[in-house]
């Protein structure tokens, strides 16, 4: 399976950008999928994440961005979205999109996913 990340891009601070992961097969509906990200010379680190289960769907976001960001999913459209509002400069980052098929808690840990998006670009200016 295939994520194809897009919607990066240049935006000032306090402005929204919304990325999408597309995914090119219909299992990933099956699959919880996360956003990561990683700026120059830093760390990857875990931004959001989305389980569907049983018609329910889960949710987990790291504390920096709760209440900015919201992760959802179209499963009609095998994609997920991120949708960022309130953007900082510290958001700045190349954002990547993975899928994996354990679960919500193993998509936070984000090692050894099963599928990874390719990134996409996203500069937050002062």
């Known amino acids: 399976m295939q994520l194809v990340d897009s919607g990066g891009g240049l935006v000032q601070a306090g402005g929204s950008l919304r990325l999408s992961c597309a995914a090119s097969?219909?299992?990933?509906?099956?699959?919880?999928v996360g956003w990561f990200r990683q700026a120059p010379g830093k760390e990857r680190e875990f931004v959001a994440a989305?389980?569907?289960?049983?018609?329910?769907?889960?949710?987990a976001y790291t504390d920096s961005v709760k209440g900015r960001f919201t992760i959802s999913r179209d499963n009609a459209k095998n994609t997920v979205y991120l949708q960022m509002n309130s953007l900082k400069p510290e958001d700045t980052a190349s954002y990547t999109c993975?899928?994996?098929?354990?679960?919500?808690?193993?998509?936070?840990?984000?090692?050894?996913?099963?599928?990874w998006g390719q990134g996409t670009q996203v500069t937050v200016a002062s």
């Open positions: 989305t389980d569907w289960s049983w018609g329910e769907s889960k949710t």
């Open positions: 097969e219909s299992s990933i509906s099956n699959y919880a």
């Open positions: 993975a899928a994996d098929i354990r679960g919500l808690s193993t998509i936070v840990g984000g090692t050894s996913l099963d599928y």
